[in-house]
């Protein structure tokens, strides 16, 4: 499905939070070994990269990260923060939409099409410096999950159209 969409050399860039909430609303979770299967099979696939919050030596996170860099991600992760939101109230934030940001205009020359798996409206403005390098611009989430300054600027596709591809069951 996403080969008719994407054109030339093609980099992937996750939002692993925003997918988070996606998979929660969609009560299923994304494979990430099939999602680069996926990708792989519809186009030509150059470069994927996962953006993810760290929560200290949890060794299954860690476990998770290097399963991915196995599979071939380029893996960006920074600790989250305990932010006090009221007096015995804390959120924890693990925010990387700078670096992905960093990371899609420095390799603005290495793909012909952006997929940006989130459906966060920040990354509203880099997806104009991206389209104005005439570049082709492609978003995949969720409905509910995914701002109208994203649909309005990009190619949008729903995971759900290709959970048969990417969703993942358990071996037993």
Known sequence: MIGQFAKGRVYVFVDAANIL???????????????????????NLCAMYFYTGRVGENYKQNLFIQKLERFGYVVKAKEVKRIKVSKSVYEWKGNLDVELTIDVLGNIN???TLVLMSGDSDFAPLLDAVKA????????????????????????????????KISYHKHT
């Open 21 to 43: 909430y996606s998979q929660q609303t969609l009560r299923w979770r994304v494979d990430y070994e099939k999602l680069k299967k996926y990708f792989e099979g519809e186009c």
């Open 133 to 164: 390098q005439n570049k082709r611009v492609l978003v995949m989430s969720t409905k509910g999950h995914v701002a109208k300054e994203l649909l309005d600027r990009a190619k949008y596709i729903n995971l759900k159209k290709i959970k048969d």
């Open 110 to 112: 290495n793909f012909d």
